[in-house]
């Protein structure tokens, strides 16, 4: 059974679902199909079939795992509602991206972000040890698996800088320009400076919620005041430890040659300090993970859930759950009349019995934790956890026009599309054509409703200068939840958000002006309180 997750351009996302399989009931397909309907240019097969040569031999748990592929080159090879091209099996990450957990502009705890800082390297130490350098470090390529445990993805930019002993210089600038290293600048450059530079500035967007600079040249005035050193003299330079920045500064030093190489990073004292949440390189305790991270959410108004000490939930007003399965959720879904994220209230009772009350298995207690804190209930389709949905009480057309006003004052592009019952997530066709998303900006919401309802495409820049993709569906609800207090049994909307490239930490920005935006908050539905 196949499920999209995202798709774009010329690349889907799906859930495989395999009940048979002992080892993974449930995989992620990514197909990459050689049918684009865009005019750009043509798939580069060769460089395909490196990414899955290389990632078919890193076997690390901090990896994402390979599972297998197939390719259908031509359409009479492929199978009865399959399209030509390259089908790649992989570790379900099931607790979604990481930095879809962190708060914009806060950060988390030194604890979190040195778990996961030291899985990272763990992760890319071994990546090293094979040859290999990621050439692509970066938020949208931090996965978690079931426990909160980190896994790297995504090996398309990988390249063979080290070979029986042997180091070779690598050309190409390539990357995202917040996280790619200076040296990346047209001149050969050595495979594991790049990759550390890279790291330290995650590391960095761990601890504070945002990236240092857009770009790591004198174009920038804010890399240009970090090299004559009055940028760690500011916000959210002071933010960070006196430990937690001389390690950053080791990593992120201009010149590579005097950089720390990982060996370094590792016996560097903020490194090595005692972390509650880890032991032998994992998490062990999967439920503080989850609420130590939904943490961050709750203090910068991101989410609202009150906790007692002894780690009972209290019963909240006005609030709601955004960490919702891919399927339309049995429990509401909804925002404070603040536009602000919150959790729907229960009675107060301990996560760990309440954990027990459901089927589970112990792979998964961090994502059952999420979804407990949350008011999440993950059905069978329900396995990615994601944080930007919400209920409307407005019929379609209504909050899709509310949205699209919205869109208009963040200077995005966007086109409305209509989705009927008939249409399907099997592998949709997406046009990477902003001029396209532009030019049908304006046409009328309410001719471009199916009987499902609506799905805005969306394109803009974000604050970093980089390109920030996804959409925002919006379905038609017969009766909303019983949870939706005066609102319940009135027909409106479900408004989930899916982001398909960019920033994780600037998809959640955009979300959250989004709802702040007065035609939108006006219609979010409020679940009574408890």
């Not at 750009?40 to 290389?54: G, N």
């Not at 059952?368 to 999440?376: D, E, M, Y």
């Amino acid at each position: 059974m196949l499920s999209c997750t995202w798709a774009y351009t010329w690349i889907s996302v799906f859930r495989a679902i395999n009940p048979e399989s002992e080892t993974h009931p449930q995989a992620a397909v990514k197909v990459v199909s050689y049918q684009s309907t865009t005019n750009r240019q043509p798939i580069d097969r060769r460089a395909l079939q490196k990414e899955v040569q290389i990632h078919s031999i890193l076997k690390h748990k901090n990896v994402l795992a390979f599972l297998g592929s197939v390719e259908y080159a031509v359409a009479s090879s492929a199978p009865s509602n399959y399209v030509r091209g390259l089908y790649i099996l992989l570790e379900l990450c099931a607790g979604g991206d990481l930095f879809d957990k962190i708060s914009p502009d806060v950060g988390v705890d030194e604890d979190l972000a040195h778990l996961y800082f030291t899985q990272l390297m763990s992760g890319l130490t071994y990546i090293h040890g094979q040859g290999i350098t990621h050439r692509d470090i970066k938020p949208e390529n931090m996965l978690l698996d079931a426990q909160g445990n980190l896994k790297i993805a995504d090996f398309g930019l990988c390249s063979v800088y080290k070979y029986k002993g042997k180091e070779r210089t690598l050309h190409g600038t390539c990357g995202s320009l917040p996280y790619i290293a200076p040296e990346m600048n047209g001149r050969p450059y050595q495979g594991e400076p790049v990759d550390v530079w890279s790291s330290g500035v995650v590391l960095f967007a761990m601890l504070v919620g945002n990236t240092p600079w857009d770009e790591p040249t004198y174009r920038s005035p804010e890399y240009t005041a970090y090299l004559s050193g009055e940028l760690l003299r500011i916000d959210p330079w002071t933010r960070i430890s006196g430990d937690a920045l001389s390690l950053l500064r080791r990593m992120m030093h201009p010149d590579p040659t005097r950089r720390a190489s990982l060996s370094q990073i590792q016996r560097h004292r903020w490194f090595t300090r005692t972390n509650p949440l880890l032991s032998s390189g994992k998490c062990n305790d999967p439920v503080s993970l989850a609420e130590r991270l939904l943490h961050g959410l709750i203090v910068s108004g991101d989410l609202h859930l009150s906790l007692h000490t002894d780690g009972q939930r209290a019963p909240v007003p006005t609030s709601l759950s955004l960490s919702q399965p891919e399927a339309l959720p049995q429990r509401p879904l909804a925002l404070s009349a603040e536009g602000i994220p919150s959790s729907t209230a229960q009675p107060a009772l301990d996560l760990r019995q309440r954990m027990t009350q459901v089927p589970r298995t112990q792979a998964d207690e961090f994502t059952q934790a999420l979804g407990f804190f949350t008011q999440s209930s993950a059905g069978p389709m329900g396995i990615v956890l994601q944080l930007t949905r919400f209920y409307s009480t407005a019929a379609p057309p209504d909050i899709t026009a509310a949205v699209t006003e919205a869109l208009q004052v963040q200077n995005a592009q966007y086109c409305v599309e209509a989705m009927s019952d008939a249409s399907s997530d099997w592998l949709e066709s997406y046009e990477d054509d902003d001029d396209s998303l532009a030019s049908r900006g304006n046409v009328s919401t309410e001719s471009l409703h199916g009987a499902r309802g609506a799905r805005i495409r969306l394109s803009l820049v974000d604050r970093r200068k980089c390109a920030l993709k996804g959409e925002v569906r919006i379905e038609r609800v017969a009766e909303l939840p019983p949870d939706m207090g005066i609102h319940a049994g009135q027909p409106g909307s479900f408004v989930l958000m899916r982001r398909s490239k960019g920033n994780p930490l600037e998809w959640r920005r955009l979300f959250r002006d989004l709802c702040k935006h007065p035609s939108v908050r006006a219609s979010m539905a409020i679940p009574r309180a408890s």
